[in-house]
């Protein structure tokens, strides 16, 4: 069954403009970290955000944060002002555990930013 | 910041030649290492969990006799892509973590890729 779900294949905003990307997830565990990464053309993993399942507060870094709504078992990413570097393929990330071998981490279908000027 | 190498960066071989890519933890030790693979415009996908000095875990549908993975130090691991076909032609990603990482937040260090094309 399919964890992480990304409903949006392709996003357009404009540049300035803030964007969310959703995500909803499916974990029986109490105890699991949201992440998303952006990967632009050049193929690279760059890490952006990470919330705690037991966070309180919706993480941010920079102009990310995390739209956190955990009964909802939602991870939205917020980018405020986007910026024409801002296009690239972006993915939500669950890991769990620890599992036998430790950690996992599965990743969302991903959605592409397009950012217009 | 952690550095994750990977080499080669990409490689074009024939249908039936094998297939050797490097992933190494440039300035900390990685006692796991996980191999992802995605095709264009895919996901990522887990494709093996790598542990220092033991057997890697294979993701289910992940043929391990195909994709051989060898973890012999903290901070090489290598996969060797058997008797390549087209099909197997894909972009593959390391990621390694800390030997120190206890937690679920520890960042996961990602290496820049390997662009695989089989003819």
């Known amino acids: 069954a399919q964890k992480i779900t990304q409903t949006q294949p392709g996003m357009f905003v404009q540049e300035k403009e803030a964007v969310t990307l959703d995500c909803t997830y499916d974990?029986?565990?109490?105890?699991?970290?949201l992440f998303w990464y952006k990967q632009p053309s050049s193929g690279e993993m760059i890490f952006l955000i990470y919330?705690?399942?037991?966070?309180?507060q919706n993480a941010t870094e920079g102009r990310y944060s995390l739209n956190f709504q955990k009964a909802r078992k939602s991870a939205n990413l917020v980018i405020s002002a986007s910026q024409l570097g801002d296009s690239a393929m972006y993915f939500c990330?669950?890991?769990?555990?620890?599992?036998?071998?430790?950690?996992?981490?599965?990743f969302g279908a991903g959605t592409r930013l397009f950012v217009k000027a | 910041g952690a550095v994750v190498s990977q080499h080669p960066s990409w490689v074009i071989c024939k249908s039936g030649t094998s297939v050797k890519i490097e992933c190494r933890s440039l300035?900390?030790?990685?006692?796991?290492m996980f191999w992802y693979r995605q095709f264009p415009k895919q996901s990522l996908m887990l494709m093996a969990t790598?542990?220092?000095?033991?057997?890697?875990?294979?993701e289910q549908g992940v043929e391990k006799d195909k994709f051989l993975i060898n973890h012999a130090s903290l901070t090489l691991s290598t996969l060797t892509v058997t008797s390549a076909h087209p099909e197997d032609s894909s972009f593959y990603i390391c990621s390694a973590r800390d030997s120190g990482w206890r937690e679920q937040g520890d960042t996961q260090y990602f290496g820049p890729g390997t662009r695989l094309t089989v003819l």
């Open positions: 790598s542990n220092e000095g033991s057997k890697a875990t294979y």
């Open positions: 300035d900390f030790q990685a006692t796991t």
């Open positions: 974990t029986s565990d109490q105890s699991y970290g």
């Open positions: 919330q705690g399942s037991y966070d309180e």
């Open positions: 990330a669950m890991r769990e555990g620890p599992l036998p071998g430790g950690f996992k981490t599965i």
